[in-house]
Structures are given as C-alpha cells and as structure tokens.
C-alpha cells in the first residue's frame, strides 16, 4: 500500500513549492500568517515544526527569533529546507513527526504543524497521542498552531475531480475518494517532455477530521484556550497551554 512517504517521495515533493506559486511566495504566505497571528519568541525561543516540508513555517519562524526543530519524513523537501535557510537557527531532522518528544531538548513555546501536516498521520488515535505529546512538551502559555481542511464533509460525482495546477509545463489534477475515515487522494500529474507529455501518478490517504473533532480532542488533551477559525475551506486552530 502507498505510504505518506512514497507519495511525496514519488510525485509531491518535486513539485511542491511550485504548487504555492514558487518558494518565495509560498514563504510570503507564512511570512503573513505569523504577522498576522502573533507568533513572535518571548519564553524559551524554542519552536517545533511539525511536517516541516521544505521551510515554509521553519524559515519565517527562524527570522522572527525562534531556534526551531523542524522534523519531516521528506529527505528532498528538507534538501531544499536547508539549501535556503542560510545561517538561521533551524535543526533539520529526517523522522516520523510523532517522535518529536525524542529531539526537544527543554520547554517548547511553539509547535506548527501546518497545510493539512495533521490529516496525513494514520489514524485519530494517532493525532490524540500527538496532542497530548504536544501539550506536555510545551511550556505554561506554550502555542499549538494547527492548520488543515475539513475533509468530513463529501464531494461528488465530477466535483471531486480537481484542478490544483497548472501552467505550459505541469498540469497537476487531483482526484478524491471518499472512506469512512480517510479520502484517498489521488494525484494525477502530466508533465511536458521532449515525448510530448508523461505521466506521473500515486495517490495517499489524509484524515477526514472535523473542525469540532479537533478542538474537542485538543480540550481533552488539556489545552486551556483554544481558537478555532475558518477561511476559504482551511481551519486555523491555535491551541494555548
Ligand atoms: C502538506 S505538507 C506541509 C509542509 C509544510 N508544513 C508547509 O506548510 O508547506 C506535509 C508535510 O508533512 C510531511 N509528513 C507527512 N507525514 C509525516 C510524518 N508522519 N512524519 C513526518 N513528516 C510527515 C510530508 O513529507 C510533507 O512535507
């Protein structure tokens, strides 16, 4: 069966910044998006990022002042994480994401987990244990930032077919399939050769986790204050120790 790995390793990370519009303006999103939220280092200066992918949250984190571990399963996307952070303070580790608690070393004041990171893990009781890892690693008024799309409602018929980019060379197409607990998704990828075009396929499973599901399980982990707020299709959950 196809892993998380395999997908990204086979098809996604090769084009994953150039889905975000380029790495600039993938990382000008998150450069946003800490702004916006508020994410700046006052305690421990400690952050973890969860599902790094190539920098997108670890790289603004860093410039704003945070010594940040970022773990991912990826070896490319994190290539491309270290071969542009520069000299900024971002400790790139190759693992299971669910085994952050083995490289934190004292009281975290941040974990990201970002761009549906959480739904690609293997089951619920898999996103309990990293709750509750989380609020144990982190700090009194320590910050769990969360962002992923509700997948529990369904699309149907021909709308589940869709189009996430494309441009003279790529055309990236996305098909779901809808499980009790999963959607399998299948990526679907021409790209231009000298040929004409080839194709590239592979599909994985991200976990349909309502809104409600999750800030309940996050209470139930001990989280304090917990924010939750939907834009365009995509939950923003901060969780506050
Ligand atoms: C959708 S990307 C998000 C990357 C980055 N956070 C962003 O916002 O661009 C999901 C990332 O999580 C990684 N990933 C998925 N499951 C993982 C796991 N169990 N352990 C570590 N990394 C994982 C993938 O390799 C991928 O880089």
Known sequence: MATVEDHYEKVLSEVYSWMFGGFESGLQRNVDFIERHNLFPVHSRLAIDLGAGCGFQSIPLASK???????????????????????LSI??????????????????????CMTDTLLHLDSKETVDLLFSKAFSALQE????????????FELTDT????PVKSDENIIFTCFLEYEPETVKVN????????????????????????DKWVVDHLSLAGFNTIDANTENGVTTVIATK
């Open 65 to 87: 002042g945070f010594s940040v571990t970022a773990i991912d399963l990826d070896a490319s996307l994190l290539d491309e994480l270290k071969a542009n952070s520069g000299d």
């Open 91 to 112: 400790r790139c580790i190759r693992d299971d994401l669910i085994n952050f608690d083995a490289y934190v070393a004292g009281d975290v004041e941040l974990v990201v």
């Open 141 to 152: 008024r320590g910050k769990l930032v969360i962002t992923f799309r509700d997948l529990s």
């Open 159 to 162: 709308d589940r077919f869709l």
């Open 187 to 210: 990526d679907i990828i021409y790209k231009r050769s000298d040929n004409g075009w080839d194709l590239f396929k592979s599909f994985y499973r991200k976990l349909r986790l309502s």
